[in-house]
């Protein structure tokens, strides 16, 4: 088939490779503009982009896909059998949709209809989901509202981070696009069940405040979901403190005023409104990330001392 690709981080350079090494001709790969990031503020592309001049690919970044020319190339010129879109993170406005003869197929890493939007990985984690997946679909112009063509799941480990599932994840999406793209003859599109669903917007720096009044488990949770960004926070000697990931050692019972260090040893315990957890890295202001007996050796911390909710403003 003739593919246009449109997906720009990281997780959408697994789907590319595998679509390449399916046969299929890629027409052009379609990202986000470069952007500025790291402490230089440099340009830089993003990985499909990189990803797709390694490749020889034809590349487009457009800064407009409502309008212009990239939106009458692909309506007019581009002449491709589907668009497989996989966190591009545009919308698409439907004269797009309705271009390629099979229309667009996105790569969606969630169970539809739970999770719609553009996080669904890491709401996932935060509500302690087992299970989550990946779900093919033919696009229209909602939010992920389209019919589901293939749908592949997998359980979730419940200590599982955020970076490690969206590597598992990525890999499964790629898997499933082929095997979508090789029964696209045959497949019955199923509808969702709208009124099930659920959604997944963008974190903010809010999302990683951590609140120590509630379980021990749903604090854990959050500290999977948000890792690596915006990573657990909370306030410690009138600092902020990062906390990146934790072990939950008791699910239940009252250890201790919430945010409360109740062992700081070997290990570095912390209650919370019911249980408690251990903090197995964590980063204090201005020092490099270390295990939690380092960072208890390292800063003198001792029971008795207190983690308390940072107040973070939405961005």
Excluded at 163 to 180: K, Y
Excluded at 239 to 244: F, S
């Amino acid at each position: 088939m003739r593919v246009v690709f449109m997906g720009t981080p990281d997780f959408a350079v697994a789907t590319l490779d595998a679509v390449v090494s399916a046969g299929h001709e890629v027409v052009c790969v379609v990202a986000q503009p470069d952007r500025k990031k790291g402490r230089g503020k440099k340009l830089q592309s993003p990985p499909t982009i990189v990803r797709a001049r390694e490749l020889g690919l034809r590349t487009w970044q457009p800064k407009a896909v409502r309008s212009g020319p990239f939106v009458e190339w692909f309506t007019t010129e581009m002449d491709a059998d589907v668009a497989v879109v996989v966190a591009y993170g545009r919308i698409l406005i439907d004269r797009l949709l309705q271009a390629p003869k099979r229309g667009c197929i996105n790569v969606h890493a969630s169970l539809l209809p739970k999770y719609r939007g553009a996080a669904p990985i890491q709401w996932a984690l935060i509500e302690g989901e087992a299970e989550t997946g990946i779900c093919t679909m033919q696009m229209d112009v909602g939010l992920d509202t389209g019919d589901v063509l293939l749908r592949r799941s997998t359980p979730i480990d419940p200590d599982e981070t955020g970076p490690e599932l969206w590597s598992r994840l990525a890999a499964l999406g790629a898997e499933t696009l082929v095997h979508t793209l090789a029964q696209l003859d045959t497949l019955q599109a199923r509808e969702q069940d709208h009124e099930r669903h659920t959604l997944a917007p963008l974190l903010t720096k809010a999302d990683g405040a951590l609140d120590f009044s509630r379980p021990a488990r749903e604090v854990h949770n959050r500290v999977r979901g948000v890792n690596p960004w915006p990573c657990g926070q909370a306030r410690f000697r009138g600092q902020t403190v990062r906390i990146h990931r934790t072990r939950v050692v008791h699910d239940d019972g009252t250890h201790g005023e919430p945010g409360t260090i109740i062992e700081a040893g070997k290990r570095l315990v912390v209650a919370c409104g019911r249980g408690s957890l251990e903090v197995l890295t964590g980063q204090l202001a201005g020092k490099p990330r270390r295990a939690g007996r380092e960072l208890v050796n390292g800063a003198r911390i001792v029971p008795g001392e207190v983690f308390s909710q940072l107040a973070v403003e939405a961005s």
